[in-house]
């Protein structure tokens, strides 16, 4: 059980990382509008280091801030922040190809309008349609289906917004210092009685597996130049990538399907994570740039060949990949993914 209350920083309570002030801005459903869009865009070129990282919970983090007032000021002028208190729990990932903004407005509201809901944990997360129901979302919404820590125990809704409000209240009552659902002795059973479900036997999961998305433009490791895309509303997906209205200039974006960028991701690293052991991205960059290696571990040096050997770099991997500069392994996409993680003489492979 956890010993300490989560750290997830906000967009007005910043994390102090090595490079700066990071804020984490709320993106529910991933929608925002060319103006919202470009209130970003431009408070990450003034404000901080002119860069949008883009997260696997689809949401927006900003680098390099001296402080989080002017930020804060200006997202809730165009309408990002609209509670402070319940900013860091605003987490609700969509499936971006399908119409849904509206029922995650509405789950949003109703969320940020209940006062005991302010102190769920920041990594307190519900889905919306099924390709993202296998992102480990305490509560998840596929149909008439309420998903409670990723499984279907048999409830059926027919008012989302109220099923995930009341089981995020008998969340919050079970937790204790838990911070997922899945963490809580006995969490879905007792949420699933509640539902009037007394079967405890699991019916068919409604879980789809989660595969990189290589039909949206991609963002380069998650991290986009803030210059880009100005005028432009967006979609952003937990796969680090955008949907974006046709013909759109995505320069500076990865749009070819055989790309092998697509599916590979990284944590911050050094210089910006101070607990890093390498520069991370450098080195998923020079890997991505030499074709002709077959394995990251013989490029860095490590001299043991994965036993899968199935991983090379100039092709799509079969699963995501990500690279962490430390074992906290920060931005770990949800799912089957292979891993490799920074360990001071090169990097260890996690699958
Ligand atoms: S995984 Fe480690 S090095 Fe990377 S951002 Fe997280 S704490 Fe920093």
Not at 153 to 172: E, I, K, N
Not at 209 to 224: C, M
Request: proline share 8%; net charge negative; charged share 20%.
């Amino acid at each position: 059980m956890r010993s300490h209350p989560d750290a997830c920083p906000g967009a007005v309570e910043l994390h102090q990382a090595a490079d700066g002030g990071l804020a984490r801005i709320r993106v529910p459903g991933g929608t925002l509008s060319a103006a919202q869009w470009d209130v970003v865009r431009l408070a990450a070129l003034e404000l901080g280091s002119g860069s949008l990282e883009l997260t696997s919970r689809a949401n927006l983090q900003i680098r390099g801030l001296a402080d989080g007032l002017e930020l804060g000021a200006r997202l809730r002028a165009a309408g990002l922040l609209p509670s402070d208190t319940h900013e860091r729990i605003r987490n609700i990932i969509a499936a971006p190809l399908e119409p849904n903004q509206p029922l995650v407005d509405a789950l949003d509201a109703a969320l940020c309008a209940d006062p005991a809901l302010a102190s769920l944990p920041g990594r307190f997360l519900v889905t919306v349609g099924s390709s993202v129901s296998g992102l480990g979302g305490d509560f998840g919404r596929v149909d008439d289906v309420l998903l409670l820590a990723g499984t279907d125990t048999g409830v059926r809704v027919h008012d989302p917004v109220d099923a995930v409000v009341t089981a995020a209240r008998l969340f919050q009552e079970l937790r204790g210092s838990a911070w997922r659902l899945s963490e809580v002795d006995d969490g879905v059973r007792k949420i699933t009685e509640h539902f009037g479900t007394t079967d405890a036997a699991r019916i068919t999961p409604a879980v789809t597996p989660v595969a990189p998305s290589p039909t949206t433009p991609g963002v380069p490791l998650g991290r986009l130049d803030a210059q880009l895309l100005p005028g432009v509303p967006v979609r952003l997906t937990p796969w680090r990538s955008l949907v974006v209205p046709a013909g759109t200039d995505v320069s500076g974006l990865i749009t070819d399907p055989a790309s092998p960028w697509h599916g590979v991701s990284a944590c911050t690293g050094r210089p910006g994570c101070a607990k890093s052991l390498s520069d991370v991205r450098a080195d998923v960059q020079e890997w991505l740039a030499r074709p002709e290696l077959s394995d990251p571990l013989e490029m860095i040096g490590m001299g043991t060949r994965s036993p899968q050997g199935a991983l090379q770099s100039g092709s799509i991997p079969q699963r995501p990949v990500h690279w962490s500069g430390c074992s906290r392994r920060c931005g770990r996409p949800a799912g089957d993914v292979i891993e490799f993680v920074a360990t001071g003489d090169g990097y260890e492979e996690i699958r």
